[in-house]
Nanobody
Framework: QLQLVESGGGLVQPGRSLKLSCVSA????????VAWWRQRPGKEPEGVSC????????GYGDSVKGRFVISRDNAKNTVYLQMDDLKPGDTAVYYC????????????????????WGQGTQVTVSS
């Protein structure tokens, strides 16, 4: 079965860190640009961070710049999202998505354009 699987979410206090992982199953991730999205309660989906297939280009949403870092290890078919200085406003379900149409770019595409989506991992930031 071809899928993406996220992990690493949880409950943390404000100011702490979490590292999310997105692993591909059934296909290799090195031909795909990957983006992290999140959906906060009552809000529209929001692009968080994105990375090109070979990792040379990255992008971030304004609300996470300077706090989150995206990276990838294609040998492990894994994309990571290091999240530091977490705030209550970061509480959301985080999803990763893979795009094969523009693999050399780091961009947030319309959600329906991605080839694969993961099932999501919950991140809750609360004291």
């Amino acid at each position: 079965q071809l899928q993406l699987v996220e992990s690493g979410g949880g409950l943390v206090q404000p100011g702490r860190s979490l590292k999310l992982s997105c692993v591909s199953a059934g296909f290799t991730l090195d031909n795909y640009a990957v983006a992290w999205w999140r959906q906060r309660p009552g809000k529209e989906p929001e692009g968080v961070s994105c990375i090109s297939a070979n990792g040379d280009m990255t992008g971030y949403g304004d609300s996470v710049k300077g706090r989150f870092v995206i990276s990838r290890d294609n040998a492990k078919n894994t994309v990571y999202l290091q999240m530091d200085d977490l705030k209550p406003g970061d509480t959301a379900v985080y999803y990763c998505a893979a795009d094969s149409v523009f693999p050399s770019l780091a961009s947030f595409r319309p959600p329906s354009d991605y080839d694969y989506w993961g099932q999501g991992t919950q991140v809750t930031v609360s004291s």
